[in-house]
């Protein structure tokens, strides 16, 4: 574990100051905390409930679970522990239905603000401009009050909102402006909002595809992956990937999954798409104009509910009956299970401190 490792280190380092005060050659720097490097899951919990957790796997892949209770005794994460987003040295825990989000050192996970003001529903953050913003569904069934919310690092308040249509989801940032994917809240959504972060305001929304909800950059262009509608829609759709152009903002091209077929997670490293199709994992390049006709492999998992490919290996959430612990799974890029974990309840994302 990280935490035995560091204690070992600190006690060589410490044996070695006595055999030589100084050292002019010796650029070691010491560890920043106990979670330098490594992964942090993401576990939503139950529904209802303030058991959404955070775990954390160390580079070697051993798991440490619920590790902002662990550093922060009597404070929970929260109910419904949506997403992690970095910023500096800070991390910034969107809690959905706790209407917060906690803000702790990424290094050490200690507590340094909680965020409860003019939060409705919070989905996801990014940062931009020296900001950070929070898509925001507000209440449900009020298809006009979604908003993203713009959140000032030095008071860690919501200073003010950008109103935008419903059902704000994931957003990621490129060159000074914000891309927010629109799942559409309660009811089924199927656009892409450009914000301008120097003036805070919508450039523009257009349509991209049914049901979008992951976004992966890639040299200039952004992938979304639209699920398309569900079959208890009023009209079922499949789902697409579609190749957004950063530089004017416009639909590059779009490939079409064939029939009913509803795609769940995407993600991009070394300009290879890896999609999932149920508990299939798929890989194709970013520059193909069709899907491939075999998955790489399939999961050993009850479902999959995140994935993220990273460092030449396939991180995938399984979250089982969502009312006892999940598990993550991780793979080589060709399928071959490396280790299996179990964490908090609902897994659904992981993300690289480095």
């Known amino acids: 574990m990280k935490r035995f490792n560091k204690l070992f280190l600190t006690i060589v380092l410490s044996s070695a100051f006595f055999v030589s005060c ?10 920043r905390g106990d979670y330098d490097g490594g992964v942090f899951v993401v576990n939503e919990g139950q529904f209802g409930l303030e058991n959404g957790s955070i775990s954390y796997l160390s580079d070697d892949l051993e798991i440490e679970n619920n590790v902002f209770t662990l550093v922060n005794p009597g404070k929970v994460t ?19 239905f706790s209407n917060k989000i906690e803000v702790v050192n990424r290094y050490t996970f200690k507590s340094v603000a909680t965020i409860t003001a003019k939060l409705n529903n919070p989905r996801y953050i990014a940062f931009a401009n020296g900001k950070g913003y929070v898509t925001n569904w507000g209440d449900g069934v009020n298809t006009e009050d979604d908003y993203v919310g713009v959140l000032d690092l030095t008071s860690n308040s919501i200073t003010s909102t950008i109103p935008v249509v419903e059902g704000p989801e994931k957003i990621i940032e490129n060159d000074g402006k914000l891309y927010v994917t629109h799942k559409g809240g309660y009811n089924f959504g199927n656009s892409l909002t450009v914000i301008n972060a120097s003036n805070n ?4 929304n257009f349509v991209v595809g049914d049901i979008p909800t992951a976004v992966a950059k890639d040299n200039g262009s952004l992938y979304v992956l639209c699920e398309g509608n569900p079959s208890y829609a009023e009209t079922e759709t499949a ?24 795609p769940g997670f995407l993600d991009i490293e070394s300009s290879k798409i890896y999609y999932t199709v149920a508990k299939n994992v798929y890989s194709m390049s970013t520059t193909a104009t069709a899907l491939p006709t075999a998955p790489v492999f399939a999961a050993e998992v009850s479902a999959i509910y995140g994935l993220t490919v990273k460092n030449n290996k396939i991180y995938v959430a399984d979250n089982g009956n969502r009312q006892d612990a999940g598990k993550i799974k991780i793979y080589s890029l060709t399928g071959s299970l490396a280790k299996t974990q179990t964490v908090g309840v609902s897994p659904n994302g992981f993300y690289f401190n480095n």
């Open 22 to 31: 100084s050292n002019d050659d010796d650029n070691t720097q010491e560890p």
């Open 239 to 262: 789902g697409k990937i579609v190749k957004v152009n950063l530089s004017n903002n416009t639909v590059a091209s779009t490939i079409n999954f064939e029939g009913k077929t509803h």
């Open 78 to 96: 929260g109910d419904v522990v949506q997403c992690i987003g970095f910023n500096g040295d800070l991390a910034y825990i969107v809690v959905n």
């Open 201 to 204: 305001t919508v450039v523009t």
